[in-house]
């Protein structure tokens, strides 16, 4: 009897023993607390799937690292596949030596930090950094540290806070079949997207998206920007400051407010798309960029170089726009020593603009509905073999007792004693320029645009019928000059004789400015 009362304690302990083992191992599980020390993370490789848990306040442990719950509780983290130590919960992230992470989903709460020696190889995953502001956290290649990027998204957690990532001098940088948004602010360019500081980096093939600027280089050479959509970036598509010997080449870049912005910088740009505001801007001195078989479909200024030289603009397309290229220059630093040639340029309001453009080689261009418009002092210039609407570009500098009788287009510089007659110009740019050509005479010509043509309200009056600016004892007579924004425009010229022409349907018939001693009489406007 003693013995199996015995028996029956020691059968309930044993009972109570395994319940109290189930109900704690039930607890563990449904808590699913699992910590890891740093000593336990040394493994080469691990499934970090199997050891991923919830505990009670809602927060995800696998090992050390730590992700916090918040508004985008939707995004679920996720661990892959995982080679080398992994981020802290908290706190910055610190690569120096091998890292790798595949097929894994990760919200970092702090910055990641690729030392000297280190490499961060990102594969087929999701990456999204969580701060409170702007810049708070960011991804830093520092100098002999390595970024590789395949197949991955690199995105602000809270689209409010923006992170940046900068790749610092003598740093590795490589982002391919990527995406990369909602980064960047505009605090500075080095913190407004991705920041390349260094030579020999990779951007290919990857979707920048909702940033300030796509790309930023620095002192960078020999980089290779190419097959990228770069879009809405609040203001660059791709920067470049002291930068030279890059590649940029089949970028898709939209509704940025500038495409490409360089100062001081040159590259090789060929075979891109430009939807945006402005497409490119050049702000240098001799740094020879070659522009070849982009298609430019912009707001203002396709290509705009201030005070830019030594280009290469070739086999480009402009369709619509203010201008397709514009020489900016002005006294101290004119624009110098560039060639356009076999371009085409349609329905854009002004094709060339040139302003203190010297030693500019346009040749063999094509316009349609637009032309040249010689807007200040352009010297030693050779233009040549262009046509507008089918019909030869008529450029002529110094010329002097000639008439000219055939010509989409006719531009006299420093001429005198020209005779412009019996031409049929469609619409142009400007029908008929004359600056700086005094003693010409303008007779029986049709200039006559599209009627309804929706153009772009700019200076000028542009499309013009007939311009003339310092050309003094002109004679304009008998011409027919419609649907064009303003028919005829004198600007400081005196003694001429405007009688007889007839107008019709342009938003001013004629306008003058400066004038002095002028005959107008009996023109006729509808």
């Known amino acids: 009897m003693g013995n199996k009362m015995y028996y029956n304690i020691i059968y309930r302990i044993l009972l109570l023993s395994i319940l ?46 730590f992700f916090r719950e918040n508004k985008r509780s939707y995004i679920q983290p996720k661990i892959g596949l995982v080679k080398g130590r992994l981020p802290p919960p908290d706190g910055d992230w610190i690569i120096t030596g091998l890292e790798i992470v595949e097929n894994s989903t990760l919200i970092i709460n702090g910055s990641i930090i690729v030392e000297s020696g280190g490499t961060l190889i990102l594969n087929n995953s999701e990456i999204y950094m969580n ?45 391919q079949n990527s995406e990369i948004r909602f980064i960047g602010s505009s605090y500075s360019l080095e913190t407004g997207g991705i920041c390349i500081l260094t030579d020999n980096a990779t951007i290919v093939n990857n979707t920048l998206y909702d940033m300030y600027c796509g ?14 959509k770069i879009e809405n970036c609040f203001y660059y598509g791709i920067n470049a400051k002291y930068s030279s010997k890059n590649d940029i080449y089949a ?8 495409g490409i912005h360089f100062q001081s910088a040159s590259a090789n740009i060929s075979n891109n798309y430009f939807k945006c505001k402005y497409g490119l801007y050049f702000s240098t001195w001799e740094y020879e960029s070659v522009i070849h078989n982009n298609t430019f479909e912009v707001e203002e200024h396709a290509i705009w170089l201030l005070g830019d030289s030594k280009n290469e603009i070739t086999y480009n397309k402009f369709i619509k726009g203010k201008s397709g290229i514009y020489f900016d220059g002005y006294i101290i630093y004119p624009c110098e020593n560039n060639k356009v040639y076999k371009n085409t340029f349609v329905n854009v309001t002004y094709g060339i603009i040139l302003d203190y453009a010297y030693y500019t080689n346009i040749t063999n261009n094509t316009f349609q509905n637009c032309g040249i418009f010689l807007k200040d002092k352009s010297i030693d210039n050779i233009i040549e073999n262009n046509t507008v609407n089918g019909k030869p570009l008529v450029y002529l500098v110094g010329a002097e007792n000639t008439t000219i009788t055939d010509g989409g287009q006719v531009i006299l510089y420093q001429c005198k004693n020209i005779t412009v007659k019996n031409l049929d110009i469609g619409l142009t740019s400007v029908g008929i320029e004359l600056y700086e050509s005094p003693n010409c005479n303008i007779t029986q010509n049709k200039i006559i645009g599209i009627e309804g043509y929706n153009y772009i309200d700019v200076m000028y009056g542009v499309p013009l019928g007939i311009y003339l600016r310092n050309s003094d004892n002109t004679s304009i007579t008998q011409n027919n000059v419609s649907y064009y924004r303003t028919g005829i425009k004198l600007v400081y010229v005196s003694y001429g004789d405007i009688h007889d022409n007839f107008f019709k349907k342009n938003k001013y018939g004629l306008y003058v400015y400066g004038e002095y001693q002028n005959n107008i009489s009996e023109n006729i406007r509808k």
């Not at 080469?44 to 799937?49: E, S, T, V, W």
């Open 215 to 228: 790309v930023y280089m620095n002192d960078s050479k020999y980089t290779i920007i190419a097959y990228n």
């Open 251 to 258: 970028n898709n870049i939209t509704n940025c407010t500038e």
């Open 20 to 65: 109290f083992f189930s109900v704690a191992s039930s607890f563990l599980l449904n808590y699913r607390i699992h910590e890891l020390n740093d000593d336990t993370i040394d493994m080469d490789c691990i499934n970090a799937q199997d050891y991923k848990y919830k505990t009670k306040h809602g927060s995800y442990r696998r090992g050390k690292i």
């Open 131 to 175: 701060l409170s502001y702007d810049r708070e956290h960011g991804i830093e290649i520092l100098a002999g540290g390595n970024l590789t990027v395949r197949g991955t998204l690199i995105e602000s957690y809270n689209h409010s806070s923006r992170t940046y990532i900068h790749a610092n001098s003598d740093s590795y940088i490589d982002i």
